[in-house]
C-alpha cells in the first residue's frame, strides 16, 4: 500500500516568509503527484499538479518540484501571506491505480 | 469548467435513520467518481470507486451495505449512508475525474458535513 507523509503537520510563520513545504512518497510508479489547499470545513482546491515526466510547476507565487528518484515533491510559497493560511495536501498518483492516496497535510498559519 | 458540486453541505440527522449525499459534475461527464470520508485533522480516506452503470468499488474496510452507491448517470453519483451512528459522523467528500484528462485530474467537491445525534 502506497504512503504519503508530510513534513511538517503544523507550520506557524510571519507574512512575507518564503516557506517550504515537503511530501514523500513510496509509490516507484508515480504516475502524477497534486497539491491541494483545503479551508477549514471546506472540500480542496487544486493547486498545482506535477507529471511523472516533468520536475515542476509553477503558479503565481507557488512553485511544486518532483523528484521521483528520492520519492519527494516540494510545494514552495514565496512572500507568504495571511491570506494563504489553510491545510496543504499533497496526493500522490499511482500508475497502477490511478488513484490518488492522500497526505496528512500541513497546517499552515500564516500572521500579520 | 470541471465544477463538482455536492449537496447537501451540511446535515444532522438522528441515529438511526439513513442520509442521502449528492455529487454531482456540472459542466462535464464523469464515468468515474470517489467518495472519501475526512475526520478532523485527518487526510482523505478514500471509501469507494463509482463507476456509471457498474456496482461501485469498495476499499477494505468499508461496509458497502451500510455504504451505499448508485451512479445512475454520467453527472451524479450518491451515497446513502444507512442506519447512521454517531461515528458516522464526519466529512463527506466527492471527486470526478475528467474523461478527457490525460492526467487523470480529479475534481473535488467541497464537501458535506455529517452529524448523526
Known amino acids: 500500500k502506497q504512503e504519503v507523509t508530510q513534513i511538517p503537520a503544523a507550520l506557524s510563520v510571519p507574512e512575507g516568509e518564503n516557506l517550504v513545504l515537503n511530501c514523500s512518497f513510496t509509490d516507484s510508479a508515480i504516475y502524477n503527484l497534486q497539491w491541494f489547499r483545503q479551508d477549514p470545513g471546506k472540500g480542496l482546491t487544486s493547486l498545482l499538479l506535477i507529471q511523472s515526466s516533468q520536475r515542476e510547476q509553477t503558479s503565481g507565487r507557488l512553485n511544486a518540484s518532483l523528484d521521483k528518484s528520492s520519492g519527494r515533491s516540494t510545494l514552495y510559497i514565496a512572500a507568504s501571506q495571511p491570506g494563504d493560511s489553510a491545510t496543504y495536501l499533497c496526493?500522490?498518483?499511482?500508475?497502477?491505480?490511478?488513484?490518488?492516496?492522500f497526505g496528512r497535510g500541513t497546517s499552515l498559519i500564516v500572521h500579520p | 469548467g470541471a465544477v463538482v458540486s455536492q449537496h447537501p453541505s451540511r446535515v444532522i440527522c438522528k441515529s438511526g435513520t439513513s442520509v442521502k449525499i449528492e455529487c454531482r459534475s456540472l459542466d462535464f461527464q464523469a464515468t468515474t467518481m470517489f467518495w472519501y470520508r475526512q475526520f478532523p485533522k485527518q487526510s482523505l480516506m478514500l471509501m469507494a470507486t463509482s463507476n456509471e452503470g457498474s456496482k461501485a468499488t469498495y476499499e477494505q474496510g468499508v461496509e458497502k451495505d451500510k455504504f451505499l452507491i448508485n451512479h445512475a448517470s454520467l453527472t451524479l453519483s450518491t451515497l446513502t449512508v444507512t442506519s447512521a451512528h454517531p461515528e458516522d459522523s464526519s466529512f463527506y467528500i466527492c471527486?470526478?475525474?475528467?474523461?478527457?484528462?490525460?492526467?487523470?485530474?480529479?475534481?473535488f467537491g467541497p464537501g458535506t458535513r455529517l452529524t448523526v445525534t
Open positions: 496526493a500522490e498518483v499511482s500508475g497502477g491505480s490511478y488513484i490518488p492516496t
Open positions: 471527486s470526478a475525474r475528467h474523461p478527457t484528462s490525460g492526467s487523470y485530474e480529479q475534481y
